[in-house]
């Protein structure tokens, strides 16, 4: 075994057992609840924006943000928090997760989605799947079976198969808007990313009273994706992440540098084993993935309920609260 290795599985069992007690005993701030949320993250300029878009935005975030939080603030658990807000944000069509969601190459749908847990770090998560109203369920029953976490395309469809899961039609996912934006991405004949359109991916992290934190993304993927490509957001340590010990993480950008970086995991082991605190281990990572080429951000809440957002993007949808008083929402860089 290297060296490194060793000094790991000596470090990380030692840092579980500091990190919560010292945290608990020093930190008087400490939240006994918190949460964070986002609706995807890309290039936006105030000025192309306009105010009736931006008021819609704003109070669509605004709605999920307090729908999670009330469940958080009665003592329910980031879990529920967490699947609360993203089917929301799923059945609104602003946003790319659920009806809404961009569409694939050939103008069809296929919704990607994940979930975690840092208790047990427990992790479900479904790829290619467009029967399904609201596919953070699916993942979560995928979860919940516990014999497998990541499902895809029509294994996925048949394992929801008589689970009470509310079943779509194609047609009900999708809207005129984002049939422009495939007429559009197709006309260009190049496959390159388009920041206008990759807005919209949904994604919530929570910690609940009894200090569980939960972790959970949606999402279409990327516009005219083509050859079942699947992106990060169903891939747990990429685009979702959660350790009771150090954070958990939601991230939304171009997928395939999320993956490459393995956003979501470095990001709590940097917690974890460096004692960075969400801010700085979420920039670290997105300036990985800025290194790499890619764009996009994270939304963070740290075993201590403090909440981050990390993105290297003019824009990002997002929104958060806590058992402090904080409650706000964001959607340009320069708003922190
Ligand atoms: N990360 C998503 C994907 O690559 C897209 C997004 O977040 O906008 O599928």
Redesign the pocket.
């Known amino acids: 075994m290297p060296h490194h290795s060793r000094l790991l599985r000596f470090l990380i069992p030692l840092c579980a057992i500091l990190l919560p007690a010292h945290a608990a005993a020093h930190d008087p701030e400490q939240a006994e609840w918190s949460i964070a949320i986002h609706g995807?993250?890309?290039t936006l300029q105030r000025d192309a924006i306009t105010a009736e878009r931006e008021a819609a935005y704003t109070t669509s975030l605004q709605a999920a943000l307090d729908a999670g939080a009330a469940i958080l603030r009665d003592g329910g658990t980031s879990e529920d928090a967490v699947l609360t807000v993203i089917t929301l944000l799923e059945d609104d069509p602003l946003f790319?997760a659920g009806r809404g969601a961009v569409l694939t190459w050939d103008g069809g749908i296929s919704h990607?989605a994940s979930i975690m847990l840092g208790a047990d770090r427990s992790a479900g998560a479904i790829a290619g799947v467009s029967t399904i109203r609201h596919p953070i369920l699916l993942a979560r029953a995928v979860m919940e079976d516990g014999r497998h976490v990541f499902l895809s395309g029509e294994g996925a469809e048949e394992f929801a198969g008589d689970r009470e899961l509310e079943r779509a039609d194609t047609e009900f996912f999708i809207t005129p808007s984002r049939q422009e934006a495939l007429e559009r991405f197709r006309a260009s004949e190049v496959a390159v990313e388009d920041d206008e359109h990759?807005?919209?991916?949904v994604g919530a992290v929570a910690r609940d009273r009894a200090g569980n934190l939960a972790a959970g993304t949606s999402?279409g993927?990327?516009t005219g994706?083509r050859w079942d490509r699947?992106?990060?957001?169903p891939i747990i340590g990429a685009?979702t992440y959660a350790d009771n010990r150090a954070c958990a993480v939601s991230?939304?950008?171009?997928?395939?540098y999320?993956i490459r970086a393995v956003v979501a995991k470095s990001i709590c082991d940097l917690m974890l084993l460096s004692g960075m605190g969400p801010d700085e281990a979420g920039d670290n990572l997105i300036a990985e993935v800025e290194e790499l080429g890619g764009s996009?951000g994270v939304i963070v809440v740290s075993a201590r309920g403090e909440t981050a957002f990390s993105f290297n993007t003019s824009g990002m949808y997002r929104g958060r609260a806590d058992s402090n008083g904080v409650n706000e929402i964001g959607i340009f860089a320069d708003e922190d």
């Open positions: 995807g993250a890309g790319n990607d990759r807005f919209g991916t999402t993927g990327m994706k699947i992106g990060d957001s685009g991230a939304t950008g171009s997928g395939e999320f996009g």
